[in-house]
């Protein structure tokens, strides 16, 4: 998601939650992504993925942006949409994992810990190094 309410555009990305990223922040941001279901196209569970992890149903138009290898060769197929949402909102859902390692307890987290608007010129140095190439992919297209 991305917004031009400012000087510059802004875009959307989420912290991820859970054990793994606690504590991290630059370079750990990311945009609100998951899996393809069996039966859906990669507009829909886009849509789906960004209500699960922000709480807030969509119905904005999506433009394709081309699709990137992020490390360990996962594909992502990314969609820009211009929205505005406000972040103290946001209510993800959780996942579980057995926490810690082997202790045979499973615990409960959010998906995401956080959001947050960041000007384009600045979302680079928050971004997971193998997404920012999406956010070239937006600017280009903004500009157009």
Known sequence: MYRCSGPEPEVLLVLPGGPYWQGKDRGAWQIPKGRIGKDETPADAALRE????????????LTPLPQI?????????????????????????????????GSNRTESFPEIARAGWFPLSEASAAMLASQRPLLASLAALLRR
């Open 69 to 101: 290898q992020q490390a360990g060769s996962k594909r992502i197929l990314a969609f820009a949409m211009e929205g505005d949402l406000d972040i103290a909102g946001i209510v993800s859902n959780r996942f579980e994992i057995a926490w810690p390692p």
């Open 50 to 61: 960004f209500e699960e992890e922000t709480g807030t149903r969509v119905t904005s138009t």
